[in-house]
């Protein structure tokens, strides 16, 4: 029953086209679908395909082709300078991009101060008081490639390309968030202060 309901979790989402590495992380939906009440809440969501209310502008088109991962400098533990091609972030913009249900799931493992998106994950650190854990070079690795620090990480790497297996054509070579996607983010984080209540 656990690993049949993770997998019937993955393939509305896949279905649903929100989350291309749905694959990669079946194990740890089918552990969030193995709580009845949460996958019954969830469900009907799922299988309509239906976006929470903040939406982020659709930049599929504009996603980086080359492999992403070559053009930063890992320092430490993070990534120091902005991504290339990236302005400066924009709070606003990265906290709809966090919200969004078809860009960022980041909701999906993560909680937030984000309180009109109702079912919000527990599988991942919570958001709140992001900023004063991490400096912005921290967080900005842990978008781009959190696998860099932890290898065990169930977080996607949302700026690479190589190395993927099981990936669906239309996102061969492309990063699930863009640079200035991920710039827009770590900037909405680094503005998360306060400890969660």
């Given at each position: 029953m656990k690993t049949r309901g993770g997998s019937r979790v993955a393939r509305a989402l896949a279905r649903a086209a929100l989350l291309p590495c749905a694959a990669a992380i079946t194990p740890a939906l089918a552990a969030v679908a193995s709580a009845p009440a949460l996958a019954a809440a969830?469900?009907?969501?799922?299988?309509?395909?239906?976006?929470?209310?903040?939406?982020?502008?659709?930049?599929?088109?504009?996603?980086?082709?080359?492999?992403?991962?070559?053009?930063?400098?890992v320092v430490g533990d993070g990534i120091p300078s902005p991504l290339p091609g990236a302005a400066a972030g924009d709070a606003a913009r990265g906290r709809a991009i966090v919200a969004n249900r078809q860009a960022g799931l980041c909701l999906l493992c993560h909680t937030g101060p984000i309180p009109e998106e109702r079912f919000q994950g527990n599988l991942a650190p919570g958001l709140q008081g992001a900023g004063q854990r991490w400096s912005a070079a921290q967080l900005r690795l842990r978008i781009v490639d959190a696998s860099q620090f932890n290898p065990a990480t169930i977080m996607p790497a949302y700026y690479k390309t190589d190395g993927l297996t099981r990936v669906a054509a239309h996102y061969k070579d492309k990063t699930i968030l863009t640079a200035q996607q991920i710039e827009d983010v770590v900037a909405w984080l680094q503005t998360l202060k306060e400890p969660a209540p």
């Amino acid at each position: 029953m656990k690993t049949r309901g993770g997998s019937r979790v993955a393939r509305a989402l896949a279905r649903a086209a929100l989350l291309p590495c749905a694959a990669a992380i079946t194990p740890a939906l089918a552990a969030v679908a193995s709580a009845p009440a949460l996958a019954a809440a969830i469900a009907p969501a799922l299988a309509a395909g239906a976006p929470g209310p903040a939406q982020a502008p659709d930049v599929s088109a504009s996603r980086s082709t080359a492999a992403p991962l070559a053009t930063v400098q890992v320092v430490g533990d993070g990534i120091p300078s902005p991504l290339p091609g990236a302005a400066a972030g924009d709070a606003a913009r990265g906290r709809a991009i966090v919200a969004n249900r078809q860009a960022g799931l980041c909701l999906l493992c993560h909680t937030g101060p984000i309180p009109e998106e109702r079912f919000q994950g527990n599988l991942a650190p919570g958001l709140q008081g992001a900023g004063q854990r991490w400096s912005a070079a921290q967080l900005r690795l842990r978008i781009v490639d959190a696998s860099q620090f932890n290898p065990a990480t169930i977080m996607p790497a949302y700026y690479k390309t190589d190395g993927l297996t099981r990936v669906a054509a239309h996102y061969k070579d492309k990063t699930i968030l863009t640079a200035q996607q991920i710039e827009d983010v770590v900037a909405w984080l680094q503005t998360l202060k306060e400890p969660a209540p």
